[in-house]
Nanobody, 124 residues
Framework: VQLQASGGGLVQAGGSLRLSCTAS????????TAWFRQVPGKGREFVGV????????YYADSVKGRFTISRDSAKNTVYLQMNSLKSEDTAVYYC??????????????????WGQGTQVTVSS
């Protein structure tokens, strides 16, 4: 399964953006899609994850209450709605996917499919 992330851009602090992650084919009922972000010089940071079958979601504490992950199965797309953006949210955002649910769902090493990344820049 190939993933394509899109929707990044430049936004002022306090604003909103919605990122999309579209799969090249219909994913299995137990597919998990996660979002990670990365700033130069640092490793990828877990943002959140959604499990397709039950739409269960988990978020990093740093984005909880501001970011929401949802999905549109008909479009093979998962969304990351980002509200109340802060300058520290500036990063390249990646979506990642895998069959099944990983106990260590917050680890980038659990995911085999990756999108190409989309830049999000929040100006203060």
């Amino acid at each position: 399964v190939q993933l394509q992330a899109s929707g990044g851009g430049l936004v002022q602090a306090g604003g909103s953006l919605r990122l999309s992650c579209t799969a090249s084919e219909r994913t299995s009922s137990n597919w998990s899609t996660a979002w990670f972000r990365q700033v130069p010089g640092k490793g990828r940071e877990f943002v959140g994850v959604i499990k397709r079958g039950m739409s269960t979601t988990y978020y990093a504490d740093s984005v909880k209450g501001r970011f929401t992950i949802s999905r549109d199965s008909a479009k093979n797309t998962v969304y990351l709605q980002m509200n109340s953006l802060k300058s520290e949210d500036t990063a390249v955002y990646y979506c990642a996917g895998r069959n099944g649910w990983a106990i260590r769902y917050y680890s980038e090493f659990e995911y085999g499919s990756w999108g190409q990344g989309t830049q999000v820049t929040v100006s203060s």
